[in-house]
């Protein structure tokens, strides 16, 4: 099966790279709108390919979208990423344009495609993708809660001092420095609550670490991360294309679940072949059920300022 990646810079490379290693896909088509640049990174990422053991096609276009055609899922990575000092929010004004225009591309040459929006703000740039694409809204996925679930098991075995792999944890809401929300009350050392373990103060850094977890990095690396932002797009691709029914937190258009509507925020899904399968409703504490009700009031009025 087919998948594009739109942007073809430090998180579609990464996506383009990710996904091929895992050779679950017969091709990805990475689009960019600088000259040859789509078309330089695929020839180099063709190059690990006998290196790294993999058959996936990877091929580039500038903008020729007709090479997209028959895509199942499309990435949208185009557009500006901050730079230290920088909210996520404040990319709404050049990233609103790109990603408009690069969905009806898409849509126009895949009718039948699943999207995943990585471009920031997210949660707002996946609610234009609902409102300009004419898609099903199962088949519209942003991309945050994957990446940011990933940061929150990082630091929790960080503050365990534990193997990653002997810990589980989620975030939902909004993928945003204040918005995010994740759930200790349900993070696992190989099924014991966290807050056996951990203090007070621990909980509350863990918690703050992963809420600004992509804005340390982009102190530290004068732009936007790249790696876990790739390795969680193609954990989603792949849970699609090979229907493997993941349970994933996703960027979702909300319809009275979790108390929200006409919004786009993270919450838990199943992720198969034809998209969202299912929102999985959980309980919540009351305390995070009224952080969520505050991502969610931040994310609409970040939402406000879109023109469609
Ligand atoms: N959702 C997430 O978790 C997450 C994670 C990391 C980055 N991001 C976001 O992803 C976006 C990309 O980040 P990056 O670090 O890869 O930036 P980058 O600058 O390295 O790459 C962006 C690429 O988009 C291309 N582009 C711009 N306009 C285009 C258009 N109209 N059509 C096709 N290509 C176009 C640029 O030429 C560039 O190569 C940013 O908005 C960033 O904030 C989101
Ligand atoms: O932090 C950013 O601006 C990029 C991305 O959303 C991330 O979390 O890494």
Redesign the pocket.
């Known amino acids: 099966m087919k998948v594009t990646v739109?942007?073809?810079?430090?998180?579609?490379a990464s996506c383009a790279e990710y996904i091929a290693m895992k050779d679950f896909a017969a091709e990805v088509v990475l689009?960019?709108?600088?000259e040859g640049?789509a078309e330089g990174k695929a020839m180099d990422l063709m190059q690990t390919a006998s290196l790294n053991g993999f058959d996936t096609k990877i091929t580039g276009t500038t903008?020729d979208y007709s090479k997209t055609a028959g895509s199942k899922v499309a990435v949208i990575?185009?557009?500006?990423?901050?730079k230290p000092g920088m909210t996520?929010e404040e990319?709404i004004g050049i990233?609103a344009g790109?990603v408009k225009?690069?969905t009806q591309n898409l849509v126009k040459h895949s009718p039948d495609v699943i999207i995943i929006v990585?471009?920031?703000p997210?949660d707002t740039m996946a609610y234009l993708v609902h409102k300009t694409s004419g898609l099903p809204k199962e088949r519209i996925i942003?991309?945050?809660g994957a990446?940011d679930s990933a940061r929150f098991k990082y630091r929790l075995a960080e503050a365990l001092e534990s193997p990653i792999s002997d810990v589980d944890g989620m975030v939902i809401a909004a993928?945003s420095d204040t918005g995010m929300l994740p759930l200790f009350s349900k993070a696992t050392r190989n099924g014991v609550p966290v807050s056996e373990f951990l203090s007070d103060e621990q909980k509350a850094n863990v918690i703050e670490e992963t809420k600004i977890g992509?804005a340390t990095l982009t102190k530290l690396l004068g732009?936007?991360?790249?790696y876990a932002?790739g390795a969680?797009v193609s954990v989603m691709v792949q849970s699609i294309l090979c229907d493997q029914k993941k349970m994933i937190p996703c960027s979702l258009m909300l319809d009275g679940e979790y108390g929200e509507s006409d919004i786009c925020l993270g919450v838990p899904a199943i992720i198969g072949k034809d998209g969202v399968e299912k929102i999985v409703n959980i309980t919540l504490t009351e305390e995070e059920k009224a952080k969520f009700a505050e991502a969610a009031k931040a994310v609409r009025d970040v939402n406000g300022d879109l023109k469609f």
């Open positions: 739109v942007g073809a810079g430090a998180v579609g689009v960019d709108i600088k640049f903008g990575t185009s557009g500006i990423p901050r996520r990319l990233n790109i225009e690069v990585v471009s920031n997210m942003g991309m945050g990446l993928h992509g732009t936007s991360a790249w932002p969680a």
